[in-house]
């Protein structure tokens, strides 16, 4: 029986599976998921207090759908034999989706870092909140003004004192001016201090020391700077971009029998961009690449990847949240619309369960149309 393995239990290996069982119907097909854990982790929402609702069952997706979970950790891939070595096993595949995911870029040489904090993973997100429950009043130092950077600091910051330090001269720099004057504002109302143009060099017992010689407390240091894709990737392709991710055709294939997908995979988006490794790029590659692999063992036609509209939403803690639209970020709504607008897709990123129709019919609509998303011409009455 052919065979498509699926590497990686993330947005995108979750949605690669149930593509394939999409493409598959009721072919003779087996299609198996390999990833260590047993849930899908909401990893988008882990900037949240409570990080163990971000979490999925795999079992409840995969079974309605008869996709195989073997929960091992792959070392090896041998695209010439067609073969990945799983916690030592040898599996053999007729198609291979690489959907590995991405992991945080942890400094190095730092004094203390094994003292630092993180949001990247479920462990992560579970070991900084059980850290700080119960502590009022407690001192935070978060590294990094970027999109993960800001929702942790923006919701930290009714705990206590929080310092935002990040080497770029102005706050979320990689977002664009488009959504900084509401940024900026937020962190203004929540008391969020900047030190900007500048690092952490050191993290001690209840102490930071940043790259200007400061010394300031810190209960907690997060750090939030820089993500790379799995290093699975050198094992594909020796192409890499500056990320790590795999290049790829607008099928999705990285080369002959293999295809990528989400944080692992550098997609075209348009002429001038890539995707980016986030959830609303992560879900649509998986349910292409998914598709394609199976669809080339049974002689059915792929499925092009054709990017939605691209959008970004930020939450802002208690100061609300930011909305916008296209590369150029244009803020659509903001404050308490903002932050409805992004409760809302927290909750739309939460797959179906318990239902093999429901499950395989997302999986069929590559783009789902988010009727709370504002249109252009509502902008002037959402904004502000």
Request: aromatic content about 4%.
């Given at each position: 029986?052919?065979?498509?393995?699926?590497?990686?239990?993330?947005?995108?290996?979750?949605?690669?599976a149930?593509?394939?069982?999409?493409?598959?119907?009721?072919?003779?097909?087996?299609?198996?998921?390999?990833?260590?854990?047993?849930?899908?982790?909401?990893r988008?929402?882990?900037?949240?207090?409570?990080?163990?609702?971000?979490?999925?069952?795999?079992?409840?997706?995969?079974?309605?759908?008869?996709?195989?979970?073997?929960?091992?950790?792959?070392?090896?891939?041998?695209?010439?034999?067609?073969?990945?070595?799983?916690?030592?096993?040898?599996?053999?595949?007729?198609?291979?989706?690489?959907?590995?995911?991405?992991?945080?870029?942890?400094?190095?040489?730092?004094?203390?870092?094994?003292?630092?904090?993180?949001?990247?993973?479920?462990d992560?997100?579970?070991?900084?909140?059980?850290?700080?429950?119960?502590?009022?009043?407690?001192?935070?130092?978060?590294?990094?003004?970027?999109?993960?950077?800001?929702?942790?600091?923006?919701?930290?910051?009714?705990?206590?004192?929080?310092?935002?330090?990040?080497?770029?001269?102005?706050?979320?720099?990689?977002?664009?001016?488009?959504?900084?004057?509401?940024?900026?504002?937020?962190?203004?109302?929540?008391?969020?201090?900047?030190?900007?143009a500048?690092?952490?060099t050191?993290?001690g017992?209840?102490?930071?020391?940043?790259?200007?010689?400061?010394?300031?407390?810190?209960?907690?240091?997060?750090?939030?700077?820089?993500?790379?894709?799995?290093?699975?990737?050198?094992?594909?392709?020796?192409?890499?971009?500056?990320?790590?991710?795999?290049?790829?055709?607008?099928?999705?294939?990285?080369?002959p029998?293999?295809?990528?997908?989400?944080?692992?995979?550098?997609?075209?988006f348009?002429?001038?961009?890539?995707?980016?490794?986030?959830?609303?790029?992560?879900?649509?590659?998986?349910?292409?690449?998914?598709?394609?692999?199976?669809?080339?063992?049974?002689?059915?036609?792929?499925?092009?990847?054709?990017?939605?509209?691209?959008?970004?939403?930020?939450?802002?803690?208690?100061?609300?949240?930011?909305?916008?639209?296209?590369?150029?970020?244009?803020?659509?709504?903001?404050?308490?619309?903002?932050?409805?607008?992004?409760?809302?897709?927290?909750?739309?990123?939460?797959?179906?369960?318990?239902?093999?129709?429901?499950?395989?019919?997302a999986?069929?609509?590559?783009?789902?149309?988010?009727?709370?998303?504002?249109?252009?011409?509502?902008?002037?009455?959402?904004?502000?």
């Amino acid at each position: 029986m052919a065979h498509v393995v699926i590497i990686g239990g993330g947005f995108a290996g979750v949605w690669s599976a149930a593509g394939a069982a999409l493409a598959r119907g009721d072919a003779d097909l087996r299609v198996t998921l390999v990833a260590p854990g047993e849930h899908l982790v909401l990893r988008p929402r882990l900037y949240e207090p409570e990080p163990d609702l971000a979490k999925v069952e795999l079992s409840g997706i995969l079974d309605p759908i008869g996709v195989e979970h073997l929960r091992a950790t792959v070392s090896t891939i041998d695209a010439e034999r067609r073969t990945v070595v799983a916690d030592g096993a040898e599996i053999g595949y007729d198609r291979l989706v690489l959907a590995a995911g991405s992991r945080l870029v942890r400094p190095r040489n730092l004094p203390g870092a094994d003292r630092l904090f993180d949001i990247d993973t479920l462990d992560g997100a579970r070991r900084l909140t059980g850290f700080l429950h119960g502590r009022r009043d407690c001192s935070v130092v978060v590294v990094g003004a970027g999109f993960t950077g800001l929702e942790i600091a923006t919701a930290l910051a009714a705990r206590g004192r929080v310092l935002l330090v990040d080497r770029s001269e102005t706050v979320g720099s990689r977002l664009g001016p488009g959504p900084r004057e509401e940024i900026e504002s937020a962190l203004d109302e929540l008391g969020v201090e900047r030190r900007l143009a500048t690092t952490v060099t050191e993290v001690g017992d209840g102490y930071a020391v940043l790259s200007d010689g400061t010394k300031v407390e810190a209960d907690a240091v997060v750090w939030s700077v820089g993500m790379r894709a799995s290093e699975l990737t050198a094992q594909i392709s020796d192409e890499l971009d500056h990320l790590g991710r795999v290049p790829v055709d607008r099928w999705l294939r990285a080369r002959p029998g293999v295809f990528a997908a989400g944080d692992a995979a550098s997609a075209a988006f348009d002429d001038e961009h890539t995707v980016l490794q986030a959830c609303q790029h992560a879900t649509p590659l998986g349910k292409v690449a998914g598709y394609n692999a199976a669809a080339d063992l049974l002689g059915v036609p792929p499925r092009d990847f054709t990017p939605g509209p691209y959008v970004t939403c930020l939450d802002l803690g208690a100061a609300g949240g930011v909305f916008t639209r296209g590369w150029d970020r244009r803020v659509m709504a903001s404050g308490a619309e903002g932050a409805d607008i992004k409760r809302r897709i927290n909750q739309a990123i939460h797959p179906p369960v318990d239902d093999a129709s429901a499950i395989l019919a997302a999986a069929d609509r590559v783009h789902i149309e988010l009727p709370f998303f504002p249109r252009d011409d509502e902008a002037a009455s959402l904004a502000g």
